[in-house]
Every structure is written in structure tokens, then in C-alpha cells.
């Protein structure tokens, strides 16, 4: 029930927002993310979108586990 | 796919194993309390690729699973009365409540419609405004805010035959409850990733604070739990137990503030029945005074029979991680996927089904 999936904001207007997943475009509503822009990954539950995916953070986990595995 | 196959990288999950393989000492209980975090768990294998000493228990995470059969029975009666829509997200169609199922009664001619998002129902209520048009509000705190949002809409638009049956619930106070029950020794919880990408992370400060246990919010991917039980063996090895965020790219630890804002725009917490667990305070969300016209128990006589539970079936007990679906007499036997005896073998996220599907995942 907790699903949420990445998805591409291409276009926004208004609230609703088309999103592409893996190359399907669908649309999002944007009420929970009023500051998604377009550009911006945002996660994408049961057609609203929850978060903008922080690019940076994303970035510091991938460096953080290549980090943790060095030693192995 | 991006910010999904990165995170999946077969070579970091071996060196992440191996890694949690040696600083893993001591024998540890950890459990997960979302349904998305079990399946992940099973369908990528996690579980064989643990030191034996490691145990991974599911708790009540699946909120399909915990919704109580009167619960679901008035959900059946909704469906009875004449001129209304039922909408539905589709894991609970096939849920058996005491006497009947969505799915059986739409067989019998009830309007029930599985819908993927909460603005669907709201379409069908445009498109029939001579029905009455219900949604059946099943979800944790990721999926309430998109019904306060839905609910704002209405409102706005002035949709007059939108209604709510409000059964969400809230992870917090369960997660609270069952370690203050104590049934189970828990060292660490993997929190869930998309409930706290909306409530983030200052709800769980009483699991270390109170409890002495560890606690990680995980995202779903292989390396995300992976990176979770490391971080979780790191907090219990050396005795210093908070709660930390392995999601970063999901979540906040103050959480998505608008999210929240519509939550309480709407809602107000109150006491909810927890199948297996019994009526636990401030654990669920109901209409608040604002918005009382959108529930549907205030417009509708709702009448159910009393609730029965099925025979033999230990849902409730699986649900607080007592009992592992094998301990079921009916798994496999009497219950399973196309003939379910309860809710953990019906929903896709449920134990029951994730055992079934995926083995026990002790095979090492």
C-alpha cells in the first residue's frame, strides 16, 4: 500500500502534473508538492506525488555504499 | 529505471552482506512494519543472504491485513444500499469480512469499482452526481493525505455526493503499542519509507527514547535494506540506539509540511480496532467536525451483523510477528491465494500471500 515510485515531472498545470515512469507518461497531482518543478523526480503514490526526490541525498547514499563496501 | 536500478546493484549489495556478515555478533530480532518493506524483503532474498543470527519478523504493516472484519463488513453494507458507487483501491476487493467480500457482491450486482488513486473516485462522483459516491479510505499515512487533498477538492467544487469511509490508520501509535505488549524481545525496526516521507522522522524518537531499541527508516530498494540492517547492527552493536534515516532521497526528517497541513486540515485522530491487536487510542483517522458531511456513517444507516472471525485462522498473531504463516494449520492447506481464509493471504503485501509467493526465505 506504501508503494511510491520515482517519475520525471514533464509538464505541469495547475495541480496536475504529467510524469513519465520508464518511458509511460501519467499524470500526478501535485496538492502534497505544490514546489515540484518541472525537471524534478518526485515520488509518485497512488497518482499523487509525496516528495521531490532530493538528487543530492540520492547521490551521498550511492557514495555512502560504495564507501561501506571498500573494505570488502 | 532511475533512482530505482542504482539502488539494485548486485556488486554494493554483495560487499553490503559481507560487511553485515562480519559486524553481526550478537543474536538480534528486527521487524519490519511495512507491508512494502515485506515483499521487498522476500522478493529480493534478503532474508537468505542474513547471518543466521539475524531474525526478520513482519509486524502489522499491512493495512489491508489489519483492518477488522467489522470493518470490512460495513464496507459490504455500504455496498448494499441502493444508488452508490463503491470505490476501492483493489487490494481490498477480495478480502473476506465475516460473511461476504467486495468481489462476491459485486458479482451479485453492486456498483463497486476498484480505482487506482482517490481522484478517480472523485471523477466518478463528477461524472454520476445522481449516486452516491463512497471511497473506501484503507492506508497508512502515505495514502491519507491524498484523501484530505480529495476531500479539499470537494469541497472547493461543492460535489455534494462524495462521501468517505474513513479507515486509515497511523504507524506511530502501532509501532508504540506493540513494543510497549512486549511479546517480542525487538532490537531493531526498519521504519516505513513512504509513511515517513510524509510524517518523518521525529514521530518514532520514542522507540530509542522509551523502548532502548534501534530504529532506521528504510527505502524499498535491495541496497536501501541492506543499508538499513547495516546501520541498524551499527546502532545494537554499540549500544547507541536513535533513529537515523537510511532514505535520504525520500525523506525528511520534518517531513513533507503540506502533506501534514492537509492531514490536519481534515482529520483528527481517534481510537482504531487493529485486527489481532484490539482498539488501540489515537491510532486512526476520522472526519473531523469541518468536514463530518463527507463521512459516510453520518449520512447512511449502516447495518452489519456481528462480527465473525474465520475459523482456525491466525492473521492476528502473524500481524504482531507471535506467529510465522507456517505455524497457520491452514497455510497452504485450507488458505491460500485463490481460496484465501483471511486477510494476510488475500492482500499482495499480507505475510501469508509473501510466504506463499516467495518460500519461507530461510533456504541459505
Known amino acids: 500500500m506504501c508503494l511510491a515510485i520515482p517519475a520525471l515531472v514533464k509538464s505541469i498545470d495547475g495541480y496536475q502534473a504529467e510524469v513519465e515512469i520508464g518511458g509511460i507518461r501519467c499524470r500526478a497531482n501535485l496538492q502534497l508538492t505544490p514546489e515540484a518543478k518541472v525537471g524534478d523526480y518526485v515520488l509518485l503514490h497512488t497518482g499523487y506525488a509525496i516528495n521531490v526526490i532530493a538528487v543530492e541525498e540520492a547521490e551521498e547514499t550511492l557514495r555512502l555504499l560504495r564507501e561501506l563496501g571498500e573494505a570488502y | 529505471m532511475k533512482y530505482i536500478d542504482e539502488f539494485r546493484d548486485p556488486e554494493l549489495a554483495r560487499k553490503l552482506v559481507a560487511r553485515i556478515h562480519r559486524n553481526s555478533t550478537q543474536k538480534i530480532t528486527l521487524m519490519e512494519f511495512c507491508g512494502g518493506h515485506t515483499v521487498a524483503i522476500f522478493r529480493h532474498g534478503i ?13 502489522p504493516g499491512c493495512p489491508v491485513c489489519v483492518t477488522a472484519n467489522s470493518d470490512l463488513d ?16 483493489g487490494d481490498l476487493f477480495k478480502v473476506p469480512g465475516s460473511y461476504s467480500s467486495l468481489a462476491e457482491v459485486k458479482a451479485e450486482g453492486s456498483d463497486i469499482r476498484i480505482v487506482y488513486s482517490v481522484q ?94 534501534a530504529c532506521v527508516i528504510s527505502g524499498f530498494e535491495p541496497l536501501d535494506i541492506l543499508l538499513s540492517i547495516d546501520m541498524l547492527l551499527n546502532q545494537i552493536e554499540t549500544g547507541d540506539c536513535k533513529v537515523e534515516i537510511a532514505y535520504r532521497r525520500g525523506v525528511k526528517a520534518e517531513g513533507n509540511r503540506e502533506a501534514i497541513r492537509l492531514l490536519g486540515e481534515v482529520f483528527e485522530d481517534g481510537e482504531a480496532y487493529w485486527r489481532g491487536i484490539g482498539m488501540v487510542s489515537s491510532s486512526g483517522l476520522k472526519l473531523n467536525k469541518k468536514y463530518q458531511r463527507y463521512d459516510v456513517e453520518n449520512n447512511f444507516n449502516i447495518k452489519t451483523r456481528p462480527a465473525l472471525e474465520p475459523k482456525g485462522c491466525i492473521c492476528g498473531s502473524i500481524l504482531r510477528g507471535v506467529s510465522t504463516p507456517p505455524d497457520c494449520k491452514l497455510f497452504r492447506q485450507k488458505c491460500t491465494p485463490e481460496q484465501p481464509v483471511g486477510p494476510c493471504m488475500v492482500s499482495s503485501e499480507g505475510s501469508c500471500a509473501t510466504y506463499y509467493q516467495y518460500g519461507n526465505g530461510d533456504e541459505r
Open chain 2, 120 to 213: 478517480d473516485a472523485l471523477d466518478i462522483a463528477r461524472d454520476n452526481p445522481d449516486k452516491s459516491v463512497i471511497f473506501i479510505g484503507i492506508g497508512f499515512e502515505t495514502t491519507a493525505p491524498t484523501i484530505a487533498a480529495s476531500v479539499l477538492e470537494a469541497e472547493r467544487e461543492r460535489i455534494t455526493n462524495y462521501y468517505i469511509l474513513p479507515l486509515n490508520k497511523l504507524c506511530p501509535p502501532i509501532m508504540k503499542a506493540l513494543l510497549k505488549l512486549g511479546e517480542i524481545n525487538i532490537s531493531g525496526i526498519i521504519a516505513p519509507g513512504h509513511v515517513s516521507a510524509i510524517i518523518g522522522s521525529y514521530p518514532y524518537n520514542f522507540i530509542p527514547k522509551d523502548f532502548s531499541v
Open chain 2, 47 to 59: 532474508r537468505q543472504l542474513l547471518p543466521q543470527n539475524i531474525t526478520m519478523l513482519s509486524g
Open chain 2, 74 to 89: 460495513k464496507t459490504i453494507a455500504l455496498a448494499h444500499l441502493p444508488n452508490t458507487i463503491i470505490t476501492t483501491f
